[in-house]
Nanobody, 120 residues
Framework: VQLVESGGGLVQPGGSLRLSCAAS????????MGWYRQAAGTQRRFVAS???????IYADSVKGRFTISRDSGVNTVYLQMNTLKPEDTDVYYC???????????????WGQGTQVTVSS
């Protein structure tokens, strides 16, 4: 199983970026897909998630500015980031939880991370 992220980069305050994360391989039945962020030396923090029914959850710091979506047909999750602020600067990681219904086992997968830098 591989999660490949793209879309990070350098953007000015007030700008936008769109992150993508495509899952490939024998990933099973995908449940919740999400995004987390992490600065060096700190714990990974929740940003947003979307479950298999399309129900979304956001961290308070990004509500109204970020939008998470998914295309289940291609096992891809997106994060549209608008009105970016310098404090949004971090490495962003996608997360996918899948389940093997036969064994009842849940699997937790992570992308390699993509740098988002908001600076003038």
């Amino acid at each position: 199983v591989q999660l490949v992220e793209s879309g990070g980069g350098l953007v000015q305050p007030g700008g936008s970026l769109r992150l993508s994360c495509a899952a490939s391989g024998d990933i099973g039945s995908i449940g919740t897909m999400g995004w987390y962020r992490q600065a060096a030396g700190t714990q990974r923090r929740f940003v947003a998630s979307i479950d298999s029914n399309g129900v979304t959850i956001y961290a308070d710091s990004v509500k109204g500015r970020f939008t998470i979506s998914r295309d289940s047909g291609v096992n891809t999750v997106y994060l549209q980031m608008n009105t970016l602020k310098p404090e949004d600067t971090d490495v962003y990681y996608c997360n996918v939880v899948s389940v093997d219904y036969g064994s009842g086992t849940f699997y937790d997968y992570w992308g390699q991370g993509t740098q988002v830098t908001v600076s003038s």
